[in-house]
């Protein structure tokens, strides 16, 4: 008999999840920071010890988790991992370790919405996790869905009024939502669906082994002392004995493009709006903070500088979250693509408020005088003069930033919304195709912000010919 330190040299299992998706899967102990607890820790150290080997937790990003598996980051997922269609095409599938069900939760306060059903006869809003069972069952049947990083935010957000339900697994809705005076469950837990552990392709013995580790933890109460202990074990755990792991015919299971496609053109019309009313912020924001910055008083300079200094040396997304999270507390509760446009255009304006300044020193100080010995005041020798020329000067720069704007609506991930690098990452986590996703996602990138910049050529070629014309008139004169 080959022993199984012949097959496996190596002591440590090493399983990948992500600390950040929130407890009780795996997260940071609050008692000790330097830990981690959770069931799948818990878990997962049972299962090594059960195939005498040690438990290596690898932190990684839930988005990528598979992709991360592929480069061979750690050797296994354990991570609330659910066995679906688009992910047995890459990876492999033990026995499920844990059976779990779907909870609606609504506000406590809400006398409308007693099922799932009503949120779609009532056109509700639904929020929930990224990439989960949850998620497919909200798109396949329509829902109005709203997708979250994370399950705090979606409760905050039910909380507050921002979506008007939560689906999410018992698991997350027990830790998050059942302890909560101003939440309730609407309804009984529903659907029915697994936790697996996820393997390489190429590592079928290895799974062979997972599944006799978990057949063991399964008969021998380990899985239920787990579970208990998480206050997670129910009925439905007994099915564990006779449930086997979930086989797809991927014969059939294409993927379509032509819909991911249209997919992506709605998440690029939202990029769009979003960078479009941000920079309209930063335009006539920017312009006044750059005035009162030079030519202000006292007070004025200080105020402009502090407001200037503060947006360019935080982070973007510390900004966003912010406004999201923190306004909230204020009273005041802006839609995740409102907030996004504000944000960004506050920050942006900082930017764009040096860009101005910079134009406006560049005009000679003898155009001032020119357009005095014309007869012009100072309001009328500023925008017939003073502005073309300046604008002429800033808008290069002008048109780096709205460029850089594109990119950085990416961002409003964070607080939610649905914008076209989100649904990159949505939709190449569901083929691992980031190649071909990602020069797709590429294209339409580019075919926004390369009309924009040549667009921004002409005009400013159209600008410096008008400016030139006004100062060789003046001079004739």
């Given at each position: 008999m080959i022993s199984s330190l012949?097959?496996?040299?190596?002591?440590?299992?090493?399983?990948?999840?992500?600390?950040?998706?929130?407890?009780?899967?795996?997260?940071?102990?609050?008692?000790?920071?330097?830990?981690?607890?959770?069931?799948?820790?818990?878990?997962?150290?049972?299962?090594?010890?059960?195939?005498?080997?040690?438990?290596?937790?690898?932190?990684?990003?839930?988005?990528?988790?598979?992709?991360?598996?592929?480069?061979?980051?750690?050797?296994?997922?354990?991570?609330?991992?659910?066995?679906?269609?688009?992910?047995?095409?890459?990876?492999?599938?033990?026995?499920?370790?844990?059976?779990?069900?779907?909870?609606?939760?609504?506000?406590?306060?809400?006398?409308?919405?007693?099922?799932?059903?009503?949120?779609?006869?009532?056109?509700?809003?639904?929020?929930?996790?990224?990439?989960?069972?949850?998620?497919?069952?909200?798109?396949?049947?329509?829902?109005?869905?709203?997708?979250?990083?994370?399950?705090?935010?979606?409760?905050?957000?039910?909380?507050?009024?921002?979506?008007?339900?939560?689906?999410?697994?018992?698991?997350?809705?027990?830790?998050?939502?059942?302890?909560?005076?101003?939440?309730?469950?609407?309804?009984?837990?529903?659907?029915?669906?697994?936790?697996?552990?996820?393997?390489?392709?190429?590592?079928?013995?290895?799974?062979?082994?997972?599944?006799?580790?978990?057949?063991?933890?399964?008969?021998?109460?380990?899985?239920?002392?787990?579970?208990?202990?998480?206050?997670?074990?129910?009925?439905?755990?007994?099915?564990?004995?006779?449930?086997?792991?979930?086989?797809?015919?991927?014969?059939?299971?294409?993927?379509?493009?032509?819909e991911a496609l249209i997919k992506l053109l709605k998440a690029a019309s939202v990029t769009v709006l979003i960078a479009f009313g941000a920079m309209f912020i930063a335009v006539i924001l920017g312009i006044p903070l750059s005035v009162g910055q030079s030519n202000g008083g006292t007070f004025v300079r200080a105020l402009c500088t502090i407001y200037i200094e503060f947006f360019r040396g935080t982070p973007v997304l510390v900004q966003l979250l912010f406004l999201y999270f923190g306004l909230p507390v204020i009273g005041i509760t802006l839609p995740g693509w409102l907030t996004a446009v504000v944000g960004l255009g506050l920050n942006y304006a900082a930017y764009e408020s040096q860009i101005y300044r910079t134009a406006f020193q560049a005009v000679p100080e003898r155009q001032w005088q020119v357009a005095y010995s014309l007869g012009m005041r100072p309001v009328q020798a500023f925008r017939r003069i003073i502005f073309p020329q300046a604008f002429r000067v800033a808008l290069p720069p002008m048109t780096n930033d709205f460029v850089a704007l594109f990119k950085d609506t990416s961002t409003a991930f964070a607080i939610a919304v649905w914008e076209l690098a989100t649904a990159y990452r949505e939709l190449a986590n569901a083929t691992q195709s980031y190649l071909s996703m990602g020069l797709i996602v590429s294209v339409y990138y580019l075919a926004m912000s390369l009309p924009l910049a040549h667009y921004a050529r002409k005009l400013e070629q159209r600008l410096h010919r008008k400016s030139t014309g006004i100062i060789t008139s003046g001079a004739e004169k």
């Open positions: 012949t097959v496996f040299p190596q002591q440590s299992l090493r399983w990948g999840g992500d600390p950040s998706g929130g407890a009780p899967y795996v997260y940071t102990d609050p008692a000790n920071p330097q830990s981690y607890i959770g069931f799948d820790y818990d878990f997962a150290e049972a299962l090594a010890k059960q195939m005498g080997m040690k438990a290596d937790f690898v932190p990684t990003d839930w988005e990528s988790i598979v992709a991360s598996l592929q480069r061979k980051a750690f050797d296994v997922i354990i991570d609330g991992f659910e066995p679906t269609e688009d992910r047995a095409r890459e990876v492999l599938f033990s026995k499920p370790y844990y059976l779990f069900r779907l909870q609606l939760t609504v506000k406590s306060t809400d006398t409308l919405i007693k099922s799932i059903e009503d949120c779609k006869k009532y056109n509700k809003s639904v929020g929930t996790l990224v990439n989960c069972a949850a998620s497919r069952l909200l798109e396949s049947g329509g829902y109005n869905a709203k997708p979250y990083q994370d399950p705090v935010g979606a409760y905050q957000d039910l909380e507050i009024g921002r979506v008007d339900a939560v689906i999410m697994d018992v698991a997350g809705e027990m830790f998050y939502a059942r302890q909560n005076p101003k939440l309730k469950s609407a309804g009984k837990p529903f659907q029915t669906g697994a936790y697996v552990v996820g393997i390489r392709k190429e590592d079928s013995l290895l799974t062979g082994r997972i599944n006799m580790a978990i057949d063991t933890l399964v008969n021998n109460g380990t899985v239920e002392k787990i579970f208990t202990k998480w206050q997670m074990w129910d009925e439905e755990q007994l099915k564990l004995r006779s449930v086997k792991t979930a086989a797809y015919d991927m014969t059939n299971a294409k993927f379509n493009w032509f």
